[in-house]
């Protein structure tokens, strides 16, 4: 259906923000509002300037018969680093304190506008490698691991503490946590990953880096390349960390649980993204 | 920063599509770029005829001091019945079909198109509800309740099967399952959910309803309110059905594991949603 320039402006917003990463060729857009090819470049250069200017992506358009334009989900370091300050300052609220020193954060990562946020940040700080899959594991990941893989327009992979009949088989693996040194199971189903997949991991927590550990060591079971690791909060008590190289948004530096005091501060975000 | 027409277009389409269900008031899109209330109301228009005629959901202008505008995600008829078709379709794939009946749907729910896709058609047809909270239990279930409260922009809660020290005090129920007839555990953090809130129930599956039902006597404990519950696929299957009023996709109504045939046909929804 014909459409006027300011209709077709509306629209595209609309289509390149659902498909973030997706090229999309053209033509595709001259035949979806009858418009010439040289309107739509028109309308792609006004889009692209105020996706830049108001910190919402990139617009890459690549020329040629393969050519066309793609939707790159950035957030500007300004805009990141205010929300990375909002997370540390709710992080510690002492009403957080739980016995043993743990953190209450459901409420955090229950609110879809802060889960997508997160989303957004990772997928702009991994924006330029090529991922295949997000991983996590079951359960508190999850939520973050689909924010990211819709912004970068991939499949969702979790891996479960226990195998299940609706899965159909698994692989198994068996590793050792980080800070209780406890034996724990992990499995993946065969058929969620192909072989050689490469693979950004991503989790809500991480302490010594047990449980990443033990998830790189089952994705190597399916040759997968880990191309990057995310995680919302590092604790900086580990003893020793297992894990070296991580983007994490916020590091939880000290828990007194008897001064009922948390101290958290900007994780390494902004070494990575540099 | 003062803006032309067209980048305002783009920019506010970004924000509307980034804050369903919120009223703005149209003093906010004016100060942002330095406009009139008459210019920013025009533009308004255009984005309300574009969004309505593509299909991409409603704009409701309410007038007055408290007054503003407000995007309500919307699924055509047309693009819900061919969504749903397709869903059909892979489903009645006999490569899903497992031991003992069971159907291997974790490529689908992995997808991050097809799951917020469903978030669009759930947000949908609970559009003019009012609800505070999405509602579902780990783990399958979670993605779905994202999807669907992105679009609502309210928080999700997840029901766990166990406890964990992460979640501070919990309140916990037992079930009788309703297709095993095992008893079973149900579990949500007491913080996690406030006095008298409405809430969406959001599952993967139902089979004789023993979970849902589960849920909604947990639900009871916090004095919630469930205005609607949504299952990806519901099984005919089901000797007695423990839950009467639901909204599901897709109806499983017969496994044949020796001939290797899955039947599936349109779930309720067009009921509901006419």
Redesign the interface.
Known sequence: ?K?R???R???M??YL??HPHQLVPLTFFAERYGSAKSSISEDLA??K???E??G?GLLRTLPGAAGGVQYVPKMSEAEAKQFIQQLCTSLADPDRL???G??????LL????I??QIGRLYASAFAHEHIDFVVTV???G??LA??V??FL??????I?RDSK????SMVSINYVSGSSKRIQTMVL?K??LKEGANVLIVDDFMKAGGTINGMISLLSEFRANVVGIGVLVESEEAEERLVDEYVSLVKLTSVNVKEKQITVEEGNYFHFVK
């Open positions: 259906m459409l320039r300011s209709s402006l509306v629209d917003t609309h923000l659902y006004i889009i300037q105020t996706f200017q108001q919402i739980l016995p043993g743990y953190l209450y954060m459901t409420d229950g609110d879809t506008r889960v997508n079951a359960t508190k999850i939520p689909y924010a893989a819709s327009n991939v499949p969702v992979v979790i479960r009949v609706t899965e159909g189903s058929r969620s």
